[in-house]
């Protein structure tokens, strides 16, 4: 079982990947990707979008673009939320628009912000909700349609959405992504073992302190917070996926021992690992009946 459970259709003449999710209780880790991110909330909430170290609610006609290469993370608490999210790739945009290096999107519609007069947002909400009926109903020459709607949200966004972006923001933002990637992915390979400040700093040459500054002030989040969390995460689908025992999930993704899994887990789910499995077995089997 995914964290997210998606309708995912890709077809290869399309320039955008569209999914309509339907999520209840998920966390996303802190990451990125160089495909310009896009969401629309159809109904529900997100309780927590961290875009950059900075923290939204995000509520139904919401809207927000999180930019290439931008640290990023979700989190959705109990309540059915349904989304659509496009991806569209930055290679395509630069192939369509070679200067988009130069500039940064600035899309973002939060119900609690000020921001409804500044951008033409409910134009742009128009295009989604013709994508989201296009994508659902799959209707005669669908395909085509979403093609022709994707070529106009990507042109919409680079009319109405853009601003200039300076040279030093460029370099800073490749340099210590290029940092920062090259740690966390140590890290993901390895959090199923033993995992220290020391050791991870010496092999990289920094010293501790430095390193905990670095990470803290480029992540939002502590390095040992951010070792928690890609624990948390593979615990969570063997939670799902598998009958192990909660100390046997604990042990194998590298937590010492079954507190402090069990910690970890109810400071993001507000509840202990065996409930949230007992709950959700519950919930499947009434599911089934129907």
């Given amino acids: 079982m995914d964290y997210i459970h998606e309708i995912v259709k890709i077809e290869e003449q399309m320039p955008i990947k569209i999914y309509i999710q339907k999520l209840s209780t998920f966390f996303i880790e ?7 991110e896009l969401t629309y909330i159809i109904s529900g909430k997100i309780d927590m979008v961290n875009i950059d170290g900075v923290k939204y609610t995000a509520k139904k006609d919401d809207i927000f673009l999180i930019n290439s290469n931008t640290i990023h993370s979700f989190f959705v608490a109990h309540v059915e939320t349904k ?6 790739p930055y290679e395509f945009i630069k192939k369509t628009y070679p ?4 500039k940064f999107f600035n899309c973002m519609c939060f119900s609690n912000a000020n921001n409804e007069k500044k951008f033409p947002f409910d134009d ?13 109903k799959e209707q005669l020459f669908w395909n085509i349609k979403l093609t022709s709607l ?3 949200l990507i042109y919409f966004l680079l009319k109405n959405f853009t601003q200039n972006r300076t040279e030093s923001e460029i370099i800073t933002n490749n340099e210590n992504l290029e940092k920062i990637s090259i740690i966390c992915n140590y890290i993901k390979n390895h959090y199923k073992k033993s995992l220290s400040v020391n050791k991870i700093a010496s092999i990289y040459s920094y010293s ?3 390193l905990c500054r670095y990470f803290k002030k480029h992540m939002g989040m502590t390095i040992h917070k951010y070792i928690d969390t890609i624990r948390l995460m593979n615990s969570h689908r063997d939670l799902l996926n598998t009958d192990y025992s ?12 079954e507190k402090s899994f069990t910690r970890v887990f109810k400071s993001i789910y507000e509840e202990t690992p065996d409930k949230y499995r007992k709950k959700l077995l519950n919930k499947n089997c009434l599911e089934s009946q129907k």
């Fill in 208 to 210: 501790p302190e430095y």
């Fill in 246 to 257: 909660i100390t046997r999930i604990a042990l194998e993704n590298g937590f010492p021992n």
């Fill in 124 to 136: 742009l909400r128009t295009i989604l909700d013709q994508i989201t009926e296009f994508y659902d």
């Fill in 83 to 88: 989304t659509v999210t496009l991806l569209i």
């Fill in 30 to 36: 802190k990451h990125w990707h160089s495909d310009v």
């Fill in 99 to 102: 200067e988009i290096g130069t």
């Fill in 150 to 152: 994707s070529y106009e």
